[in-house]
């Protein structure tokens, strides 16, 4: 089965940076397309970045376009989200799985993770 874990959040100031980690089991990301995905306290989740199984074009939300990169290293089996100049708005849990249809409305294929959480305080 495909597994997906998070890692890399914490607690950090506005303005700052973090880098998320999401580990892939079960499923060759040379063949999978992925997303991001992030829930804030009281809300639903919302879609972050997504970026192709073939050639890696990546999609953002308008929230984070311009602040938030999104990269994978399928060698490691592993993806990743750059957050630059975090806001306090960007504090939530983030959580990442493969996705089909990749673009600013992708759907989620396996279960979602524990995933990591993010604060940014003012």
Known sequence: QVQVVESGG????AGGSLRLS??????????????????ARGKEREFVASIKWDGGRAYYSDSVKGRFTISRNNAKNTM???MNILKPEDTAVY???????AGLTPTPEAAWGQGTQV???S
Not at 95 to 101: A, K, R, T
Request: glycine letters at 12%; aromatic letters at 14%.
């Open 10 to 13: 914490g607690l950090v100031q």
């Open 22 to 39: 999401c580990a892939v089991s079960g499923r060759s990301l040379r063949w999978s397309s992925m997303g991001w995905f992030r829930q």
């Open 80 to 82: 990743y989200l750059q």
């Open 95 to 101: 959580y990442c799985n493969v996705v089909s249809g």
């Open 119 to 121: 604060t940014v305080s």
